[in-house]
């Protein structure tokens, strides 16, 4: 394996390429997005890439959102033909069959073609695509379990993924497919560092901070109660929070670093409320 992905960067592909070459022997998609952003963490070239193979969108980390905005936006996004979706919370077991219930529906005109083609029945094959850190992973494990049941590789489809037996007629890639990152609009950007699925290193700590500081004061402002004493104001900017959660440094002046950090672990972790940062139209 090592040895395989050293040629492929010797040739030049790119990630986006290799799953493109990879989509050609899929015939479904589990496409992972974040609940709190099911729109934001949509890759922008996702419909061009996927084309009109079905579709499953997860909005993971559903303990985390909105419960009424993610009801919404699960109506919305399975509006279109050859898609459907569903809200999970992959630290809990449930739901597993009803999302191979909903994958096996969704793809049950591709098997029917592979029939009317001559082609003997086989499970359908699906992998797990999505952006950097909103939860690939995690469903891949979440859906295998402890019960894997590797079936290797297949013939005439790909050399050296593994495929994994999840139901009698559904096959995984163990393997996601991470669609790299792009250039987001300055608002997509913004609520992506929000929710940790941009790398720390591509947005300004402090100005992501005050702004997450900004969205719990307009959406949930009871939750900043947490960072203050009976009576107090709540904290309207980084230094008023590191002032109220002795986030000081030399001489006493508010590290505003600190604040912003501490807020944003808070915001990421549920621990001020559930919030949905997309609204469905």
């Not at 279109?80 to 529906?105: C, F, H, N, V, Y």
């Not at 790909?158 to 792009?182: A, C, F, M, N, S």
């Not at 009976?230 to 002032?243: S, V």
Request: net charge positive; aromatic share 4%.
């Amino acid at each position: 394996m090592p040895a395989r992905r050293s040629e492929g960067k010797r040739r030049g592909s790119s990630p986006f390429q290799l799953i493109t070459q990879q989509l050609k022997f899929i015939d479904l998609i589990f496409e992972v997005r974040d609940g709190r952003a099911p729109i934001s963490s949509a890759h922008p070239q996702a419909d061009k890439l996927f084309g009109p193979k079905p579709r499953v969108i997860i909005l993971a980390k559903e303990d985390l959102a909105d419960p009424a905005l993610t009801k919404r936006w699960l109506q919305v996004l399975s509006q279109e033909q050859e898609r459907t979706a569903i809200a999970l919370d992959l630290k809990l077991s449930r739901g597993k069959d009803r999302l191979i219930s909903l994958a096996l529906d969704l793809s049950a005109p591709v098997k029917q073609k592979l029939i009317a083609r001559g082609l003997l029945p086989r499970p359908m094959r699906a992998c797990v695509i999505g952006i950097p850190n909103v939860g690939k992973s995690s469903l891949i494990n979440w859906l295998i379990g402890r019960r894997k049941t590797m079936v290797g590789n297949k013939p005439g489809v790909t050399k050296g993924p593994q495929w994994v037996r999840v139901h009698p007629q559904l096959e995984l890639l163990d393997t996601p497919g991470i669609l790299p990152p792009t250039g987001f609009p300055q608002e997509t950007a913004l609520k992506l560092a929000l929710l940790n699925l941009l790398p720390e290193g591509a947005y300004d700590v402090e100005a992501v901070g005050q702004a997450g500081l900004d969205l719990v004061a307009s959406a949930a402002p009871a939750a900043l109660d947490r960072y203050t004493s009976a009576g107090e104001d709540r904290p309207a900017n980084l230094e008023e929070l590191a002032r109220a959660r002795k986030c000081l440094s030399t001489g006493g002046r508010a590290d505003t670093m600190r604040s912003a950090r501490l807020l944003l672990g808070d915001l990421r972790a549920g621990n001020l409320g559930r919030l949905t940062l997309d609204s469905p139209s």
